[in-house]
């Protein structure tokens, strides 16, 4: 299926390249197509992340416990318009293993094979105040998972994304930006979905997903989207600030995670509270964000029970990076996970210390990353801690 794919994607390209006479070519960001009579535009990316990394068996003793040597995201990405400028679509599409969120473990009743379709969204923009998609992407979450993972400062997003993200999904969205006074930007977003995540479920359930998030950048927007990539590689000249609040309301959601994981024994809802924040300043940049997630109706899971429960705690992120003019950056990540007390006997109390050296060789789209993380974890209704070192190589080339 995926050469298949690939193939006619080839031959339509091809097929358009054909009529470079009528046609118009744009190498500004990937591959893109315009038909001359503004009809529609196509445009392609595509980006790789090749890792290699290792686990040392405990802080204490360094020999490796294990390795990890693969391509962690494929990804193709397919955007433009349709009829005019305000109508248009994003197309992404993941061929790694790893790129899937599939695995045998993992098998569900709404997971049952893997899915490389991570975003197919249709967008309306009928001014600059609003935006209306309808489609399967990313919901309204946590800064880090809207991000993309081209644009992250570590070869990987936190532990504490990683547990409490809300992840894609499929549904309504829509996005209110405006302007506060001289320099102010505030912007609204939400979204009404399914629920069950992006395995496209045929039959689901009566429960939906509610997201709201709100965006305060009192300073102004920042240079090229800064705001939504990580580290300051602009070097914006004057400080710049974003502060944000959301929350995601699940009802009866049947997978651990919400959007993602495995399933559960029965629907239950779950809320989810953000708060982050990022700041950016000639070559320094901060973030942080706090996530929480309860579920008033699980109940207490036992250690006998099965491994398919919510999560349900809190976890804060912190990152401090300065990114030199020649495009070497020094960054280091403070990540805490802590579980409720329902769940201490199958959920651990994890902290992560990270430091990371990147080099950017164009921007987010060519980098070559190393990470440091040093991991300990304390299972808290016994107060037993375990640590150990974790290493990351990592290339990402994409256009």
Same mark, same amino acid.
């Given at each position: 299926?995926?050469?298949?794919?690939?193939?006619?994607?080839?031959?339509?390209?091809?097929?358009?390249?054909?009529?470079?006479?009528?046609?118009?070519?744009?190498?500004?960001?990937?591959?893109?197509?315009?038909?001359?009579?503004?009809?529609?535009?196509?445009?392609?990316?595509?980006?790789?992340?090749?890792?290699?990394?290792?686990?040392? *068996?405990?802080?204490?003793?360094?020999?490796?416990?294990?390795?990890?040597?693969?391509?962690?995201?494929?990804?193709?990405?397919?955007?433009?318009?349709?009829?005019?400028?305000?109508?248009?679509?994003?197309?992404?599409?993941?061929?790694?293993?790893?790129?899937?969120?599939?695995?045998?473990?993992?098998?569900?009743?709404?997971?049952?094979?893997?899915?490389?379709?991570?975003?197919?969204?249709? %967008?309306?923009?009928?001014?600059?105040?609003?935006?209306?998609? %309808?489609?399967? !992407?990313?919901?309204?979450?946590?800064?880090?998972?809207?991000?993309?993972?081209?644009?992250?400062?570590?070869?990987?997003?936190?532990?504490?994304?990683?547990?409490?993200?809300?992840?894609?999904?499929?549904?309504?969205?829509?996005?209110?930006?405006?302007?506060?006074?001289?320099?102010?930007?505030?912007?609204?977003? !939400?979204?009404?979905?399914?629920?069950?995540?992006?395995?496209?479920?045929?039959?689901?359930?009566?429960?939906?997903?509610?997201?709201?998030?709100? *965006?305060?950048?009192?300073?102004?927007?920042?240079?090229?989207?800064?705001?939504?990539?990580?580290?300051?590689?602009?070097?914006?000249?004057?400080?710049?600030?974003?502060?944000?609040?959301?929350?995601?309301?699940?009802?009866?959601?049947?997978?651990?995670?919400?959007?993602?994981?495995?399933?559960?024994?029965?629907?239950?809802?779950?809320?989810?509270?953000?708060?982050?924040?990022?700041?950016?300043?000639?070559?320094?940049?901060?973030?942080?964000?706090?996530?929480?997630?309860?579920?008033?109706?699980?109940?207490?899971?036992?250690?006998?029970?099965?491994?398919?429960?919510?999560?349900?705690?809190?976890?804060?992120?912190?990152?401090?990076?300065?990114?030199?003019?020649?495009?070497?950056?020094?960054?280091?990540?403070?990540?805490?996970?802590?579980?409720?007390?329902?769940?201490?006997?199958?959920?651990?109390? *994890?902290?992560?210390?990270?430091?990371?050296?990147?080099?950017?060789?164009?921007?987010?789209?060519?980098?070559?990353?190393?990470?440091?993380?040093?991991? *300990?974890?304390?299972?808290?209704?016994?107060?037993?801690?375990?640590?150990?070192?974790?290493?990351?190589?990592?290339?990402?080339?994409?256009?």
């Amino acid at each position: 299926m995926k050469n298949t794919f690939i193939m006619l994607m080839f031959l339509f390209t091809s097929s358009l390249m054909a009529q470079t006479g009528k046609t118009n070519i744009s190498f500004k960001s990937g591959i893109g197509l315009t038909h001359p009579d503004s009809l529609y535009s196509i445009n392609f990316r595509f980006r790789m992340q090749n890792r290699a990394a290792m686990f040392t *068996e405990s802080a204490t003793d360094l020999s490796t416990e294990e390795w990890e040597f693969r391509t962690r995201r494929l990804r193709l990405r397919i955007d433009g318009f349709v009829v005019n400028a305000k109508l248009t679509y994003y197309v992404q599409l993941s061929f790694s293993r790893g790129d899937m969120d599939w695995n045998d473990a993992d098998a569900s009743k709404v997971n049952v094979s893997p899915n490389p379709v991570r975003d197919a969204m249709i %967008f309306y923009k009928p001014n600059h105040h609003w935006t209306f998609g %309808f489609g399967q !992407g990313k919901l309204p979450g946590n800064r880090q998972r809207v991000i993309s993972s081209g644009e992250q400062q570590f070869v990987d997003r936190s532990i504490v994304n990683a547990a409490l993200t809300l992840d894609r999904d499929f549904g309504f969205f829509g996005t209110y930006e405006t302007k506060l006074g001289k320099h102010a930007v505030a912007l609204l977003k !939400g979204a009404i979905s399914s629920g069950k995540g992006r395995m496209n479920v045929v039959i689901a359930n009566s429960g939906l997903c509610y997201t709201g998030r709100f *965006e305060l950048l009192p300073l102004g927007k920042f240079t090229n989207k800064g705001d939504y990539f990580e580290g300051d590689l602009e070097h914006e000249p004057k400080p710049k600030i974003s502060i944000c609040a959301g929350f995601g309301l699940n009802t009866m959601a049947v997978r651990a995670g919400g959007q993602l994981g495995k399933d559960l024994p029965n629907p239950y809802d779950m809320l989810t509270l953000i708060a982050d924040g990022v700041f950016k300043y000639k070559g320094w940049a901060a973030s942080s964000e706090f996530m929480l997630r309860s579920s008033t109706n699980q109940p207490k899971i036992l250690a006998a029970n099965s491994a398919n429960y919510i999560f349900c705690g809190s976890g804060i992120n912190s990152q401090l990076s300065y990114c030199f003019k020649n495009r070497w950056e020094v960054a280091a990540r403070h990540a805490l996970l802590t579980p409720t007390i329902a769940v201490w006997e199958k959920a651990y109390q *994890e902290a992560n210390y990270t430091l990371g050296v990147t080099k950017y060789l164009n921007h987010h789209r060519v980098k070559v990353q190393w990470n440091g993380t040093f991991i *300990e974890k304390n299972q808290l209704y016994k107060n037993t801690k375990t640590a150990q070192f974790y290493t990351a190589f990592q290339i990402e080339l994409g256009i």
